[in-house]
């Protein structure tokens, strides 16, 4: 263990103060940590750890003595983009935590609107009223996760148990049993071209900022589906109401956009094949998210290295 009681600063930006100490406090008490966990409030403290989601900016330069940095999240394009994190701080952020069934369940339950026709049934005054509804087509559309993490994998998995014959595209070339897998550039276009509807589970990196623009959505059937749970910046928004406009997608759900909260003038809220939610397909669980920054915190304590960590940000990735 390091010396003396572990100075933590917290900070939640516009996630609970109050939620996070709490389950933080029990977690750090359930893994025998013996800490100072204190919020961010503008005044140094000495700490060793960070934890934050969206930090003041001063927070890294008033913290110099910081060993790492825990984000409240998966993705960690937003802490990346403040660009005030030392370039030799390790960063770790969440994987999972409870987050990955969540976004499946989502996930899954948009593609079941957009198989059901769900849409028409509306409640009065704008949905059917016809018990003779056309029904579903028996052939399940082919399901396309671009993104193989803890989210993408977790998406295919829950798909493939409803039967969708399910595909996945990642950077690198994976392996995940009875799921077909495309890799890298080369291989995009043939895996957008199979894929009717499109789910977008990439982080937000130098490389996946505007992937999915005109060009990608011409690749794909006429009359594909799209549903965004990874970063709004994956998407080119002009692009992708004029490929709704035009009839070559025919709907999109969007979880995540460029600017949070969308603003309300933004034309995705008015759109009629457009389901925006606001950012809530996984509210990240305090309990499993607290429990995975203790194990890990306590393993920093322990020697372990950062870059040893499940979640260790390697920054030339941006993931
Ligand atoms: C996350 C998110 O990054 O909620 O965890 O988007």
Not at 72 to 92: E, K, N, S, T
């Amino acid at each position: 263990m390091g010396a003396g009681l572990v100075k933590i600063t917290l900070a939640t930006g516009t996630m609970s103060a109050q939620g996070w100490r709490d389950a933080l406090a029990h977690a750090f008490a359930a893994a025998n940590l013996e800490v100072d966990l204190q919020l961010w409030d503008g005044r140094p403290i000495g700490a060793r750890y960070a934890i934050v989601w969206l930090p003041p900016e001063e927070l890294f330069a008033a913290e110099p003595g910081l060993r790492a940095v825990f984000n409240l999240g998966a993705g960690v394009d937003a802490l990346l983009a403040r660009g005030a994190v030392p370039a030799g701080l390790p960063i770790v952020r969440l994987v999972d935590a409870g987050m990955a069934p969540k976004i499946a369940e989502y996930v899954c339950f948009a593609i079941a609107r957009i198989t059901r026709g769900l849409d028409r049934f509306a409640p009065p005054p704008h949905g059917l009223r016809d018990w003779n509804a056309a029904r579903p087509r028996d052939e399940a559309p082919r399901v396309g996760v671009l993104g193989l993490g803890a989210m993408g994998a977790a998406i295919l998995e829950a798909a493939a148990r409803f039967g969708y014959p399910v595909a996945g595209w990642s950077r690198t070339p994976r392996r995940i049993a009875g799921v077909e897998t495309f890799a890298g550039a080369g291989q995009r276009d043939a895996f957008l071209a199979r894929t009717q509807i499109l789910v977008n589970a990439l982080p937000l990196t130098e490389e996946t900022r505007n992937l999915l623009d005109r060009r990608a959505f011409a690749q794909m059937p006429r009359g594909a589906h799209v549903i965004n749970i990874g970063r709004g910046g994956t998407i080119v928004d002009e692009d992708l109401l004029a490929a709704l406009d035009e009839g070559r997608l025919a709907s999109a759900t969007l979880d995540v956009f460029r600017v949070e909260p969308l603003p309300v003038e933004h034309p995705f809220w008015s759109h009629p094949k457009i389901t925006v939610t606001p950012h809530l397909a996984a509210p990240t669980p305090y309990g499993p998210a607290a429990e995975q920054i203790a194990a890990a915190l306590k393993k920093l304590e322990q020697g372990v290295q950062a870059s040893d960590l499940p979640g260790y940000l390697d920054r030339s990735l941006g993931y």
